[in-house]
């Protein structure tokens, strides 16, 4: 007879954790956990209960990465059950984003506004806030298309959740 060794609820809780830093957006080059959409995990026993918080109720991304964390966690030694649960109660913003996505997000030339500082395009080539909207429907629902009127370089920003 073979006992399996499973690991504790603690050890488990940080392999789940870990496995989350390495589940990306499918659309923007941010981990799920640096975009600040997993608002909690719990786990009991073999089973793990994680809660999201969608970034946009419309954007497929979501779906997408529903899928890809089920997966993820569910091949972990000592997982028997994954469920992932949408949250609506506290909508996500922007300042659920780490620093350290932003500045991903920024390297990639994708303009992430400011907490507080809703409204004003930085361009994220040259850092100049003289920018005009092209295309309120960027390449994906999530992102919209300015222009800068210094760098004349095209900037996706992040757009913020329904204003
Ligand atoms: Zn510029």
Not at 125 to 152: H, Q, V, W
């Amino acid at each position: 007879m073979v006992t399996e060794i499973r690991p504790s609820t603690t050890e488990l809780e940080r392999a789940v954790w870990d496995a989350l830093a390495t589940i990306e957006d499918p659309e923007l080059p941010i981990a799920v956990t640096d975009l600040g959409v997993i608002r909690d995990v719990s786990i009991d026993g073999g089973r793990v209960h994680v809660t999201m918080v969608p970034t946009f109720s419309a954007c497929p991304a979501i779906g997408v990465m529903r899928e890809d964390i089920r997966r993820r966690l569910g091949a972990l030694p000592g997982v028997d059950e994954v469920a992932v649960e949408l949250s609506f109660a506290e909508p996500w913003t922007m300042a659920r984003m780490s620093e350290r996505g932003r500045q991903r997000l920024n390297h990639h030339g994708l303009s992430v506004p400011s907490p507080g500082v809703e409204g004003a395009v930085k361009c994220p080539f040259c850092g100049s806030t003289n920018t005009s909207m092209e295309n309120p429907f960027g390449p994906t629902l999530c992102r919209a298309i300015y222009y800068c009127l210094d760098c004349k370089n095209p900037i996706e920003r992040f757009r913020p959740p329904a204003d």
